[in-house]
């Protein structure tokens, strides 16, 4: 762990923090699994126009948020290394503007190796970034290829190497339980990927989504996927060797050395606001005792339109009540390895949890307490996350 990395560690202290998403809705080829908002677009993205609008959007955001410390910045996509360093520098100078931003928050920006060159790389440095997380998802070209990546394994080592030269902090995203992949095979690339890494790394099961290529072939019989007893298998040589490694889960898919966790993730996972900015953002904006939930339009186009036209590109805006925050504060807080704080989920919901319910799954071992303050997921409850959070909520 370095220095840097340090100093981000934040214990679960009920100030979650207000990070800012920025949403960059382009890719260079679109992956035959992925159902983000993502586009490919044969001629060049006006970034001019899209700063003008990031701007704009984020002056309504700031309006709806009033003034907030900022905790963490994330600029995700889409592939955001096809920005320029320009583009990032001017959206970056925008949020300083509009929140405080103190010096050295995390400000993370994702980006694929095949778009990856040195200079950018600087460039964006310059700009403020201070983490980059790389979307790697395979160290083998076979996968790669059947992934629908533009990059090889060499180029992701080049990125790896680049990342850790230029930036204080780096992660790279790998999929895993695809067809045909032996325990032995994700293992030996697993330890592999953990020699690469500096001390984060986000590790997720390939998941068939509807109305992407992958669900098609899918449904069709042409693409067989893992079933259950090999994904948990998969899912506990996971757990097992990162740990055994120094880098344990405290997430569901997210592994870091401690104190090198993803501040941005921990405040959605710990139930922080956020301002969600560009196409198909969402957000979490605290008002009063109410929540606002915010979604943007997805379609990069329509949304530069409303933006020019109504100062925002907002399509949806819903207030969320207290029962309906405890719920989502349980559906996320669960995802982490350190749980929710009872007292806390018990503010919004005005309830205890329901002890026969509780009673239960500790008797099946989903779930355990930490002392008398916190309730998180075992490692068999993660499994069934879903089915545990429904019957908690109830
Ligand atoms: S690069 Fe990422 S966002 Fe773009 S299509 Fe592939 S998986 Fe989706």
């Not at 204080?168 to 790998?174: E, G, I, K, N, T």
Request: proline fraction near 5%; charge should be negative; include cysteine.
């Amino acid at each position: 762990m370095n220095a840097a990395a340090s100093t981000f560690l934040l214990p679960d202290t009920g100030e979650p923090g207000f990070g800012v998403y920025i949403h960059w809705p382009f890719c260079a080829a679109k992956c035959p699994y992925c159902d983000f908002n993502s586009h490919v677009r044969h001629q060049p993205v006006d970034q001019p126009r899209f700063v003008s609008a990031f701007l704009r959007e984020m002056e309504r955001m700031r309006a709806l948020s009033g003034p907030k410390t900022v905790t963490s910045i994330f600029i995700g996509g889409g592939t955001p290394s096809l920005m320029d360093p320009q583009t990032v520098d001017a959206i970056l100078s925008g949020i300083a503007r509009s929140w405080h931003v103190p010096d050295g928050i995390e400000i993370t920006m994702e980006a694929n190796p095949s778009s990856v060159e040195a200079e950018r790389f600087r460039g964006y440095r310059a700009a403020g970034v201070n983490r980059v997380s790389l979307g790697v998802q395979a160290l083998n070209d076979r996968d790669l290829k059947f992934l629908g990546r533009l990059h090889n394994v060499e180029d992701a080592l080049k990125a790896i190497r680049l990342a850790r030269e230029i930036f204080p902090r780096m992660s790279f995203d790998l999929i895993y339980a695809r067809p045909n992949q032996t325990v032995e095979a994700w293992e030996a690339e697993l330890r592999q990927a953990i020699s690469y890494a500096v001390d984060h790394l986000s590790l997720y099961q390939l998941t068939i989504e509807e109305g992407t290529p992958f669900y098609g072939l899918h449904k069709a019989g042409k693409l067989i996927v893992p079933d259950g007893d090999q994904s948990a298998t998969l899912y506990e040589a996971t757990q097992d060797i990162t740990a055994s490694e120094g880098m344990p889960a405290y997430e569901v898919s997210n592994h870091a050395r401690p104190g090198a966790e993803s501040r941005h993730n921990l405040t959605y996972w710990r139930y922080g606001d956020y301002a969600g900015i560009g196409p198909g953002a969402h957000g979490r904006l605290t008002t009063g005792r109410d929540k606002l939930a915010t979604a943007t339009e997805r379609n990069p186009e329509r949304w530069l339109d409303l933006v020019e036209q109504d100062g925002h590109g907002m399509v949806d805006r819903e207030r969320l009540g207290l029962e309906e925050q405890a719920d989502e504060l349980l559906l996320m807080g669960l995802r982490l390895r350190e749980g929710i704080d009872l007292a806390r989920w018990s503010a919004f919901s005005g309830r205890d949890l329901n002890p026969d319910r509780e009673a239960l799954l500790l008797e099946h071992g989903f779930v355990e307490r930490i002392g008398n303050s916190r309730l998180r997921c075992t490692p068999s409850g993660m499994l069934i996350l879903d089915a545990v959070v429904a019957d908690l909520a109830c």
